[in-house]
């Protein structure tokens, strides 16, 4: 299981808020940047 930190949480529910009105393409972009930041840890 992943624990996160509050301000994770947060930039988590601003995504999921944001995905309504997001195109795919800028939801890979975000997706390679998450998945690079997981390489930082």
């Known amino acids: 299981m992943i624990t ?5 949480v947060a ?3 601003a995504l999921l ?3 309504r009105g997001i195109k795919i393409r800028e ?3 975000a ?5 690079k930041g997981d390489r930082d840890l």
Not at 4 to 8: F, P, Q
Not at 31 to 35: D, E, R
């Open 11 to 13: 930039l988590l529910k």
């Open 4 to 8: 996160l930190s509050a301000d994770e």
């Open 31 to 35: 997706l390679v940047i998450l998945s």
């Open 17 to 19: 808020v944001a995905l």
């Open 27 to 29: 939801i890979d972009k």
